[in-house]
């Protein structure tokens, strides 16, 4: 059976993109923001998963106001990079895994969440840029990717709750795909920020770092808030923050912080990062302290009782 071991979420800035295509990371400003994914890379290097469901939104890159579709599912094999207006970023082209989001398409649309199919679609920072951060710039990313796009570009952009809900339909799909698969959902945009107009450069630390506290302990309490106090608080792009539910939703509600990382700035944003672990259940927790499987592990522990019974009565 799959199961989802983590969630976890980061921002997308395009120009931490830029900063990696042009080999800047080393530069001061880009180093404080690079250095707080180092323990990501690690984490993730050692989560090895087969497969990271990517929840972001496209930027009229595969979309424009022509189709609007609130949430769209990646089901082809491969998404190329998107051409933002300077040519594709040099990055690996995503590979899909149709078969578990056929699984979870069908899953979730009987569930009657409607979600849009899409089985050709270019992806842009708003996936690019947080694969790097927490995989780095190797040849080929390392598992499949399903991308989930979600529209909160154009208004009316779909509620926290109902993002949470979908996560919940998501992880009720995943667990229901029979291969043994480790999937990490994987949530991205925010955090505080406004790109355009009177506003323009807006960060609003206390209400991200409150965000925070509140996605590991009390998500059910942003589920109930509304779209506007996003944009008054966060600014208008703050708005992507509802895609976090998505990964919140997905994953155990007494999952475990164990990783957090907030800096201000990076270009107009700030950068928010989190890490949430699934408490391992039974046989997972075995396997990976390296214990034997149930069976053998009572099968010893009864012959050990038996051996001990046996040896008080001899004595
Ligand atoms: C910026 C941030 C975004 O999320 C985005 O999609 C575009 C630009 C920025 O900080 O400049
Ligand atoms: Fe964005």
Redo the contacts with the bound molecule.
């Keep these: 059976m799959a199961r989802i071991i983590a969630g976890i979420a980061s ?5 931490i993109g830029a900063a990696i295509d042009n080999g800047r990371t080393q530069e001061p400003y880009w180093q404080r923001v690079f250095s707080g994914f180092e323990r990501s890379k690690e984490w993730m290097a050692k989560a090895n998963p087969d497969v990271v469901i990517g929840i972001y ?1 496209d ?1 009229a890159s595969a979309f424009s106001v022509e189709i609007i579709p609130t949430f769209a599912l990646g089901c082809a094999a491969e998404f190329p990079p998107a051409d933002e207006g300077w040519g594709p970023r040099p990055v690996p082209v995503v590979k899909g895994h149709p078969e578990l989001a056929s699984h979870i398409a069908q899953s979730v649309i009987l569930d009657e969440f409607d979600l849009t199919i899409v089985n050709k679609m270019e992806v842009d ?2 996936l690019t840029v947080p694969l790097n951060l927490v995989f780095g710039s190797p040849k080929e990313w390392p598992c499949r990717v399903i991308p989930l796009a979600v529209n909160v570009v154009q208004y009316p952009p779909p509620t926290g709750h109902r993002c949470f809900m979908l996560g919940k339909a998501i992880r009720k799909a995943v667990e229901s795909f029979p291969e043994d698969l480790r999937v990490v959902v994987f949530g991205t ?2 955090m505080s ?1 406004q ?1 355009s107009g009177p506003r323009a450069g807006l960060i609003n630390s206390k209400f991200d770092k409150a965000f925070l506290d509140n996605l590991t302990r009390n998500p059910k309490k942003l589920t109930r808030m509304p779209h506007l106090e996003y944009m008054r608080e966060a600014g208008a ?1 703050g708005i ?1 923050m509802v895609m976090w539910l998505v990964m919140r939703g997905a994953i155990d509600d007494t999952a475990q912080e164990v990783y957090r990382f907030y800096t201000v ?5 700030a950068v928010g990062h989190i890490i949430l672990e699934n408490r391992q259940r039974g046989a997972a927790k075995r396997r990976a302290a390296g214990q034997p499987r149930r069976k053998a592990a009572t099968k010893a522990r009864r012959a050990a009782a038996r051996a001990k019974t046996a040896a008080r009565r001899s004595q």
């Design positions: 921002s997308h800035v395009p120009a939104n930027h920072h708003g945009g925010g920020h790109i792009e992507e700035p990076a270009s107009n944003t």
